[in-house]
């Protein structure tokens, strides 16, 4: 049983690092063509913290969702 729900965290874990990454891909590629073309505006370090604060929050949210925790506590009792 532990053993699942620490995989059940890493995986977690792993899939809401992974869309905090993503952000961090954007966040680069906007600052990226900012210092190309000035017209498009860049975010300040503290705006990308939140984008990635809020997008592994959101993964986390996603992975619950797609992977309820009664499936791990209870593998009998399966949600519909």
């Known amino acids: 049983m532990k053993k699942q729900l620490f995989r059940y965290w890493v995986g977690m874990n792993a899939s809401a690092l992974q869309a905090a990454i993503h952000s961090t891909k954007v966040f680069v590629a906007t600052a ?41 506590i209870d593998p009998a009792a399966k949600t519909p």
């Open 32 to 72: 990226t063509v900012h210092a190309v073309a000035d017209s498009i505006p860049a975010l300040r370090l503290d705006q990308m913290a939140a984008v990635f604060g809020l997008a592994f929050g959101m993964e986390i949210l996603n992975w619950l969702d797609a992977h309820p925790l009664i499936d791990v």
